[in-house]
Structure formats: C-alpha cells, structure tokens
C-alpha cells in the first residue's frame, strides 16, 4: 500500500470497525475486542503517516471531482497530522474507558454507542487530513450528525432537547455562516484549496476579508466562541465518554483545528493581520475566555462547570490563532493537545467518581480523596496541567501563546491569559482540596480505615494513562513542537 493510500485508509479503518461492532453487538466481549483492535490499528496507520510528514513529504489523493476544479481530497500536512493522532491516540484510551464505563453505570443501547463513536473518529480524521475547504466542510458535517445520537444516548427527555440545542447551533452556524462563507471564497478566487500564505491577493479589500474571515470563525460552532457556546453544556447529559468525545478527542477539536486551518491556508497570516478584523475577533475570544472561567466558577455540577472551563480554553486556540504571529500559532496548535489530555483526565476522573460513589456535585465530593486516591491524584494533575502550571504539559502552551500576545504588542491579551489563569484556580483547585483535605460529614476526627472503592480497573487505567500523558508532555515537548515547526507559515 502506497503512502498516500495509506491516508484514506486511516478514514475507510474506522467504518470497517463500525460494521464490526454493528455485526458483533449481542456478544459484548467480541464487540468491545473489535473496537479496541480497530482503534489500535487506525493509531498505527495514522503514526505511520508521521515520518513522512515530518521529512517535509504532503502524502494525499483526490477522491472525487463534483465540479471542474473542485474536489474531495485528502492531504496531510503536520497541523492535520496532529489533529490525526491526537485523536486516534484517545479513541484507544476512550474505549478502554467506555468498557469499565458503560458496564459500571449499566448503560444501555453499547453497540450504538461504539458504532457511532467509531464513525466519529473516521470523521474527525477526515478533517483532519482535508486537502481543501470543501472537503473539510464535509466531513465537519458527518461529525456532527453521526455524534448526535451520541448526545441523545440516553433518550431522556433532557437528552432529546440537549440534542437540538447541538443541531441547532452547530448546522445553523455551518450553514449559515461556513457555507456562505465557502461559497464566497469559492467565487473571489475560483478554489478552496488549503495554500501556505492562503489564497487570497492584494486586488481583495480589507473590509471583504474581515466579513469572510468573521463568517468563518463564526460558522465553526464547535469552536464554541460566545455567543455560540450554549450546545457544550447542554450536552452535558450524554455519557462520560460522549464528554470526553466531545471535549478531549474530536468534536471541539475539529472546531478549533478549523480555526487554524482557514487562517493559516486560507487567509495566511499577513493578509489576516493587514484585514484588522483578527484584532477584533481576539478580543471576542478574549472576553470568552474570562466570561465562561467566571461562569465555571458557580457551577457545582462537576460535569458543568468543566463544560464551561472546555469553552474558555477553547478560546485560548482561537486568541493565538487571531494573534496571527509564529509563536502564537505554534502554542494555539500544542493546546490542542495539551488541553485534549488535561480535559479528558478530568472527564474521565467526573465519569470514575459518578460509577463508584455516584456523586455528581462538587460539593458532594468532602472527602472523596479517602476513597477514590488515584481518580482524585489524576484529577489534581490534570486541573494542573489546564491551570498550565509546571511540570505538565499546558505550561508549554499557554508559554507559547503568552509571548505571541508579546510578539504582536497585545499586552492586554496577555492581562487577560494571567487574570484567567487564576480564575482556572479558582474553580478546578477546590475540587481535590475539598477530596483529600476535607473530612466527610460525620469523619471529623475518625481514626477508623477507609475503604479504597475505585471504578472498574479499565476506567482507573485509562484516566492514570491521560494523567501520565499530561507529564510527558511537559519532559517532552520537542516532537510536538519539532512537528508543528515544519507549518508552512508564509507570510
């Protein structure tokens, strides 16, 4: 198999081991073994792609041409080749997790759980490896609608209007806003495709470009940028691993890494800076940034609260992409993955502590340290690792993003990363406090031994493995960034 075939069968893996959990749904073992081998093997694809990519070699191939000079196609470049095993990576620790997860909670309806996150994935790397606007748009659009009955997993009421709250917001931004916008670039330039230095020239005005640009950052609702936040915590209600889909391994991510991409090859960093229109749209993301840390900070549903902490560090990608500097883009593209593996430890940590105690408050969790010390030590190191304190990983990206708010003078900005960083704090760092340091009501002053009662041993070793995770990224960030190096960032 050719290097560049090997691009669309990373897509064609997942869908084959969806209909293998599709044939195998009423023996449970089999099917939970076919999801795991599938992940297994879509990781091992993806990574083979990595040294290719990293040699400077764009590994890809043309699908389909529906009109003349527009196609479906697939490139890889190293933005995407992070995107791509990041998220096959996690969809290996996810389904390990959901195992453990999903018996322990007595979930119904497992099989369409792992068909539909296994379709997810092969979406999510399909945006990843998009060679062209068009094709990212399609393949942006599965994911929604294939992680929909996900969001409705339960069937609830409180499920079914979570789930149109997420169609809602997230295909009436994309349709109204991204399409337009595709469109438009479509007829200024006649292609979509993804060029270093971006596609449109000097003849275009500035006030255009900062209309389309606006459209397109506005038409990413999985970026959730206020005002078009409100679906992430509705979807609250779905399964921890749906969270974790949601925050961690594809959804957010593909928003985000949308962001990146269209300023990176479609707009190119000089064209975006002399539009003026980023300058404003980091503020949005700035005042996103410091308004969901403050709602984060009254929420005592666990769950919640790390909903509304997932949209102000989501906003940390799209401020260093509105920076439009080297060093801003460098970290924005390291906190996708610095805040896939913090988020997902807490995530995971929030699902761990509902099986085992079946506490979903904060301020149920007095104590919980006495009984659940590795969740509770996982969930310290993660809420380090998205506070962005040494020695975990999202030290490395906020780092970056900070100097890019110096690169480009923007010493509000950087006002703005310092205050939220003590709002991160503010609502993560109570948490284990109040597990290990606080007694249970009625423990005040007992000397009687506690019984360790941890979640199932698949769910305890997946949230230990994203704890690790957010250490070894911090001792060994060079790859990364070594990789993300090697963008094409002609300005």
């Given at each position: 198999?050719?290097?560049?075939?090997?691009?669309?069968?990373?897509?064609?893996?997942p869908?084959?081991?969806?209909?293998?959990?599709?044939?195998?749904?009423?023996r449970?073992?089999?099917?939970?073994?076919?999801?795991?081998?599938?992940?297994?093997?879509?990781?091992?694809?993806?990574?083979?792609?990595?040294?290719?990519?990293?040699?400077?070699?764009?590994?890809?191939?043309?699908?389909?041409?529906?009109?003349?000079?527009?196609?479906?196609?697939?490139?890889?470049?190293?933005?995407?080749?992070?995107?791509?095993?990041?998220?096959?990576?996690?969809?290996?620790?996810?389904?390990?997790?959901?195992?453990?997860?999903?018996?322990?909670?007595?979930?119904?309806?497992?099989?369409?759980?792992?068909?539909?996150?296994?379709?997810?994935?092969?979406?999510?790397?399909?945006?990843?490896?998009?060679?062209n606007?068009?094709?990212?748009?399609?393949?942006?659009?599965?994911?929604?609608?294939?992680?929909?009955?996900?969001?409705?997993?339960?069937?609830?009421?409180?499920?079914?209007?979570?789930?149109?709250?997420?169609?809602?917001?997230?295909?009436?931004?994309?349709?109204?806003?991204?399409?337009?916008?595709?469109?438009?670039?479509?007829?200024?330039?006649?292609?979509?495709?993804?060029?270093?230095?971006?596609?449109?020239?000097?003849?275009i005005?500035?006030?255009?470009?900062?209309?389309?640009?606006?459209?397109?950052?506005?038409?990413?609702?999985?970026?959730?940028?206020?005002?078009?936040?409100?679906?992430?915590?509705?979807?609250?209600?779905?399964?921890?691993?749906?969270?974790?889909?949601?925050?961690?391994?594809?959804?957010?991510?593909?928003?985000?890494?949308?962001?990146?991409?269209?300023?990176?090859?479609?707009?190119?960093?000089?064209?975006?800076?002399?539009?003026?229109?980023?300058?404003?749209?980091?503020?949005?993301?700035?005042?996103?940034?410091?308004?969901?840390?403050?709602?984060?900070?009254t929420?005592?549903?666990?769950?919640?609260?790390?909903?509304?902490?997932?949209?102000?560090?989501?906003?940390?990608?799209?401020?260093?992409?509105?920076?439009?500097?080297?060093?801003?883009?460098?970290?924005?593209?390291?906190?996708?993955?610095?805040?896939?593996?913090?988020?997902?430890?807490?995530?995971?940590?929030a699902?761990?502590?509902?099986?085992?105690?079946?506490?979903?408050?904060?301020?149920?969790?007095?104590?919980?340290?006495?009984?659940?010390?590795?969740?509770?030590?996982?969930?310290m190191?993660?809420?380090?690792?998205?506070?962005?304190?040494?020695?975990?990983?999202?030290?490395?990206?906020?780092?970056?993003?900070?100097?890019?708010?110096?690169?480009?003078?923007?010493?509000?900005?950087?006002?703005?990363?310092?205050?939220?960083?003590?709002?991160?704090?503010?609502?993560?760092?109570p948490?284990?406090?109040?597990?290990?340091?606080?007694?249970?009501?009625?423990?005040a002053?007992?000397?009687?031994?506690?019984?360790?009662?941890?979640?199932?041993?698949?769910?305890?070793?997946?949230?230990?493995?994203?704890?690790?995770?957010?250490?070894?990224?911090?001792l060994?960030?060079?790859?990364?960034?070594?990789?993300?190096?090697?963008?094409?960032?002609?300005?």
């Amino acid at each position: 198999m050719s290097t560049d075939q090997l691009v669309l069968f990373t897509i064609i893996l997942p869908l084959l081991g969806a209909l293998g959990v599709a044939l195998t749904g009423h023996r449970p073992n089999l099917r939970e073994g076919v999801t795991i081998t599938t992940a297994l093997l879509t990781f091992v694809a993806v990574f083979q792609l990595y040294p290719e990519v990293a040699g400077g070699a764009r590994p890809g191939m043309v699908l389909a041409e529906p009109l003349p000079g527009l196609t479906i196609a697939l490139e890889v470049e190293p933005l995407g080749m992070v995107f791509g095993l990041l998220a096959s990576f996690l969809w290996i620790v996810t389904s390990v997790y959901a195992i453990g997860y999903m018996r322990g909670h007595h979930e119904e309806n497992q099989t369409r759980f792992f068909l539909f996150f296994a379709i997810s994935i092969a979406s999510a790397i399909g945006v990843a490896f998009a060679a062209n606007m068009f094709t990212l748009f399609l393949f942006y659009e599965i994911l929604t609608l294939c992680t929909f009955p996900l969001v409705t997993h339960a069937g609830t009421d409180k499920a079914k209007r979570a789930g149109r709250v997420y169609l809602g917001i997230l295909l009436g931004t994309s349709v109204l806003f991204q399409l337009l916008a595709i469109i438009w670039t479509w007829q200024i330039t006649g292609t979509l495709d993804f060029k270093p230095g971006g596609v449109f020239d000097s003849s275009i005005s500035a006030t255009v470009l900062g209309i389309l640009f606006a459209l397109y950052v506005f038409g990413v609702g999985k970026a959730a940028l206020m005002p078009f936040h409100r679906w992430l915590p509705a979807a609250m209600v779905a399964p921890t691993p749906v969270s974790a889909l949601l925050h961690a391994v594809a959804v957010v991510k593909a928003g985000v890494f949308t962001v990146l991409k269209v300023t990176i090859y479609l707009f190119g960093l000089e064209t975006l800076a002399n539009s003026g229109v980023n300058e404003i749209l980091a503020y949005v993301a700035g005042a996103t940034i410091l308004l969901a840390s403050l709602i984060a900070m009254t929420k005592d549903n666990l769950k919640a609260r790390l909903a509304y902490s997932t949209v102000s560090q989501l906003s940390y990608i799209v401020l260093g992409a509105m920076l439009a500097t080297p060093l801003a883009i460098a970290g924005s593209a390291m906190h996708i993955v610095m805040h896939a593996f913090g988020k997902i430890t807490l995530f995971f940590c929030a699902g761990a502590i509902m099986v085992a105690s079946h506490k979903t408050e904060i301020s149920q969790m007095r104590g919980l340290g006495r009984t659940m010390p590795i969740t509770m030590a996982a969930f310290m190191i993660g809420a380090l690792s998205i506070i962005g304190l040494p020695p975990l990983g999202g030290m490395w990206s906020k780092w970056y993003i900070a100097l890019g708010t110096l690169e480009s003078g923007q010493i509000a900005l950087l006002a703005v990363l310092m205050i939220s960083s003590l709002l991160n704090i503010a609502y993560l760092l109570p948490i284990p406090v109040r597990a290990f340091y606080t007694p249970k009501d009625g423990d005040a002053g007992s000397a009687e031994p506690v019984e360790i009662k941890e979640a199932p041993w698949t769910s305890v070793g997946a949230l230990v493995l994203t704890a690790i995770g957010c250490l070894l990224l911090f001792l060994f960030p060079d790859p990364l960034y070594n990789l993300l190096s090697t963008i094409d960032l002609r300005r």
